[in-house]
T-cell receptor, first 116, second 112 residues
């Protein structure tokens, strides 16, 4: 079975540029999460979608970050303009029925983002 | 609020040693508990889970028992291998809330 697919795996860009990260969740999963992982802060939840609708974006650091889920099989996380402090590994995860307790999250392999 | 506490790492062991990584939780109600493993350069992978008290999750030689009386879910393995070197995350989720609470992770290094 195909897992969560993220692209690109690595992104290196200069400060001020727009960055778009992409995610394809597992087919049939109705919950999608974007996380950021850094050494200093660990794993942080950025935004949660349920049935393609953003439910909680309280973890999005600031207005430079935006996320969309136009359909059940695709989501994007965009940073515009990017800053060096945005450098991190960004993970997408999906699950079936978040809120039903016993369903685990399935993670992609992440995008390692470096802003110079 | 709900939380998960893991032992500080790194944990360094020789091959074939016994492994314990401690995890305790604070949560109202009856959470489900999970252990995830993250290998270098990869995402978190579900290792095992337990959904009610006294359940034992197991996978790839790893085990953890859901102990409600001590609010713990310690990860154990009888004989670790170099290939087990990774970061291990304890996590919980609860019915009625979408949030998964993750611990800070424990890095395991196994030496040949």
């Amino acid at each position: 079975d195909a897992g969560v697919i993220q692209s690109p795996r690595h992104e290196v860009t200069e400060m001020g540029q727009e960055v778009t990260l992409r995610c394809k969740p597992i087919s049939g999963h109705n919950s999608l999460f974007w996380y950021r992982q850094t050494m200093m802060r660990g794993l942080e939840l950025l935004i949660y979608f349920n049935n393609n609708v953003p439910i909680d974006d309280s973890g999005m650091p600031e207005d430079r970050f935006s996320a969309k889920m136009p359909n059940a099989s695709f989501s994007t996380l965009k940073i515009q303009p990017s800053e060096p402090r945005d450098s991190a590994v960004y993970f997408c995860a999906s699950s079936l029925g978040a809120g039903t307790s016993n369903q685990p999250q399935h993670f992609g392999d992440g995008t390692r983002l470096s802003i110079l | 609020g709900d939380s998960v506490t893991q032992m500080e790492g790194p944990v360094t062991l020789s091959e074939e040693a016994f492994l314990t990584i401690n995890c305790t939780y604070t949560a109202t109600g009856y959470p489900s508990l999970f252990w995830y493993v993250q290998y270098p350069g990869e995402g978190l992978q579900l290792l095992l889970k337990a959904t009610k008290a006294d359940d034992k999750g197991s996978n790839k030689g790893f085990e953890a028992t859901y102990r409600k009386e001590t609010t713990s879910f310690h990860l154990e393995k009888g004989s670790v291998q170099v290939s087990d070197s990774a970061v291990y995350f304890c996590a919980l989720s609860k019915s009625g809330t979408y949030k998964y609470i993750f611990g800070t992770g424990t890095r395991l290094k196994v030496l040949a």
